[in-house]
Every structure is written in C-alpha cells, then in structure tokens.
C-alpha cells in the first residue's frame, strides 16, 4: 500500500524525480559522470549562496555532521543543543574522542547568540556546531545573530546543519560566514534518502589539510581533490545525482523566492489551522520553524491511533513526535513539493479524523 509522507522526512517524492533516477548507470570515473557533476555546481552554488564547492557525499548527513568534526575539530568543540538532532551531535562528538562541550537549551527554545559569545570568549574552542532547523522540535534558532556572534571568533570553524531547512528559505552560506553548511537529500530538497551535500569554506579546507586522523570515506580533502576533476572519492550514488538534477530544475523553474515564499505560506496554513483545533505550537513562538509544525498534543490524542487511521482511511501520515516528546508533541512536514491544495487536502483529513480520534488514558 502506498502513501504519502506528511513527516519531515523523508518527505514524498514526485513522479518526475523518480523517473530521473532510472536513467542508466554510467561510470563514475566517465566523462558523462564529469558533465553530470559539473552542470549541477552552479545552482548548487546558488542555493548555498556560495563561491565554495558543493561536495556530494553518498551517505545520510549524519556522516558529514560527523565527517565536518573530525575534518577541523582539534582543540575543542562547542556543540550547541536544543533538541534530538544537536543533542546527538554532541554525543557524536564524544564517541569520537573528540574534546566537546554541550551548550544545552531547553528543547523547543532557540540557540541563544549571548551564552555562545560568552561561551566562545573563553578562547578554548576551534569549532562549533549548530542546527539551524531542530527538526526534532520544529524549532528554528535565529542564524543570522548567531553568525555575527560566530564571526567575532576568527579561530572558530563553524559546522551548520541545514538539513531541514535548506531551499525551505533563504540561507545566504558566505554572506553569514558559514564554514561547512550541511543538508541531506530526503528533507526540504524532497528527494529520496542517500545523499548529503556540503559547502565548505576555504578557511575550513586549510585547517583539515593539516588535520591529523580525520578518516578517509569523509575527508574533506579527498572531496576536493576530487571535486577538481568534477568527481566524488568513491563512487556515488548515481540515481540521486540524476534526481538532484531534476530537482535543480524544477527549483529554478518555480524561481527561490517563490519557493521560499510557498513554504512560509503552507506552513502558516497548517499553523492556523491546527491552533483554530486547540493545538499550540511546542516552540517558542517567534522560533517555529517554516518548513515543518511541531505541535504541543494539548488535546491529548492519542496520536498513534490518529495516524493509523489517517494511513487506512486518507492515505497519508503524519509525525507522531520524536524521542523523549514522542506522543506528547506531533509535527507535520510542508517541506518540498506541497502545494495550496495538497496541504488542504491533507488538513482536510487531519482535523476530520481527529474529531473522531480518542484521548489518551489517563488524561
Ligand atoms: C534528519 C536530520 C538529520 C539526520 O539526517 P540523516 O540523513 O538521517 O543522517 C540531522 N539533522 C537534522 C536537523 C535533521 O532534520
């Protein structure tokens, strides 16, 4: 049975994506492979809003999350956390041996740029990294502020996950200063998952070169040589570089401001509409995020029991929350492809079905 993904990823794929990935295997090694690479830099570039290359990297982006640390991670780490996803980065961190000091946030609260200034001004710290959009919670910290701070920092290599929110909106990589600006492929960009893409600054390339054990698969230097010769180290997973492609241009056909401007609407579509049922938004107001809702469970749904039916009977699911807010919170996606009427559609069957959906026991 087939349906569609209203969670933040990963997200529905359109028709038009999945055909690009049945194009024939060519070799990575191929002049074709070459032509391929290089005709997607440009917009790539353009949509990180950078002169840097774009790696592409056959993994999900928790390999280059983890990857960018051990690339230019060498005295200390900075790991700013305010949900499942930045929480994770600092045990990453960690499990690489890697000096790392969490900077917690109560979950659903932004970043704050005074504790990372007063933070960074201890002098200890050669990185830092940052969730732009903390999917887990569907809060979005302030990153411009949060690049000025940053930027006081000259020593300080900054790591910034994208993931959720790359294409969402606009995230300007070289005017905020951003070392290595991180995404996947199974999120805003609406692709299957696979594939993770980076930016990286120059300044971050001259600190891995001289980066003793930062591994092989992830090297950074290894991406740019390659890169040079519009290659990837080993051999990528064709299919999605097709996909991406094709989403290139579906991207550029609708234009970025309307692309961005879409996502804000439909996300404010679902806000409305979910808050006129009783529900509050988990983050801090002015912090939701623009490409997904999480939602406080203020009704007390039974969320689980939500889902199945909106799967049965619509066709569709939603996101029962994540981690240690699973149940008490739920997120729906408005990242990718969707459209006026396809959020309705989905709304449609979302508040119709919770009419009819119990509470939870005990509550
Ligand atoms: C989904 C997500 C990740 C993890 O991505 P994978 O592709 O599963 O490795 C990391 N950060 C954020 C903000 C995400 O939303």
Redesign the pocket.
């Known amino acids: 049975m087939s349906y569609k993904l209203f969670i933040?990823?990963p997200i529905a794929v359109s028709a038009k994506t999945m055909q690009a990935m049945t194009a024939a295997p060519i070799g990575h090694r191929s002049p074709d492979f070459v032509a391929l690479y290089q005709s997607i830099q440009p917009r790539l570039q353009e949509l990180f809003g950078t002169t840097d290359p774009v790696f592409l990297s056959t993994s999900?982006?928790?390999?280059i999350?983890e990857g960018a640390l051990r690339n230019v991670c060498r005295k200390r780490v900075l790991n700013c956390m305010n949900g499942a996803?930045s929480d994770k980065w600092n045990d990453v961190a960690n499990r690489n041996g890697l000096p790392a000091t969490p900077l917690p946030f109560e979950w659903g609260q932004p970043v704050d740029p005074l504790a990372v200034r007063a933070e960074l001004a201890s002098g200890a710290y050669d990185a830092i990294t940052l969730?732009h959009?903390?999917?887990s919670c569907g809060c979005m910290s302030d990153l411009p502020a949060l690049m000025a701070v940053i930027r006081e920092f000259p020593d300080v290599i900054s790591i910034v996950?994208t993931?959720?929110s790359f294409s969402a909106l606009d995230i300007p990589k070289d005017e905020l200063g951003i070392d290595i600006m991180i995404t996947?492929s199974?999120?805003a960009l609406a692709l299957p998952?696979g594939l993770?893409l980076c930016a990286v600054s120059v300044r971050a390339l001259q600190r891995a070169e001289t980066q003793p054990n930062r591994g092989y698969y992830f090297d950074l230097i290894e991406f740019l040589k390659n890169h040079e010769k519009g290659m990837t180290p080993s051999t990528p997973n064709i299919p999605l570089i097709y996909a991406l492609r094709s989403k290139l241009e579906d991207i550029f056909a609708e234009g970025r401001e309307t692309r961005f401007e879409r996502h804000a609407r439909l996300n404010t579509k679902v806000r409305t509409t979910l808050r006129e049922q009783g529900f509050e938004l988990f983050p801090a107001e002015e912090f939701g995020s623009l490409s997904l809702n999480c939602f406080a469970n203020t009704r007390h749904l039974d969320i689980g029991a939500l889902n199945r039916r909106l799967k049965a009977e619509h066709a569709l699911v939603i996101d029962g929350g994540y981690g240690k807010i699973k149940g008490k919170t739920f997120r729906i996606s408005n990242m990718g492809d969707e459209t006026d009427e396809s959020i309705q559609i989905m709304l449609d069957a979302v508040v119709a079905t919770m009419a009819t959906t119990p509470t939870l026991e005990g509550e």
Request: proline share 10%; net charge negative; glycine share 16%.
């Open positions: 933040p990823g999900s982006a928790w390999g999350m996803f969730i959009n903390e999917t996950d993931v959720s996947g199974q999120k998952p993770s």
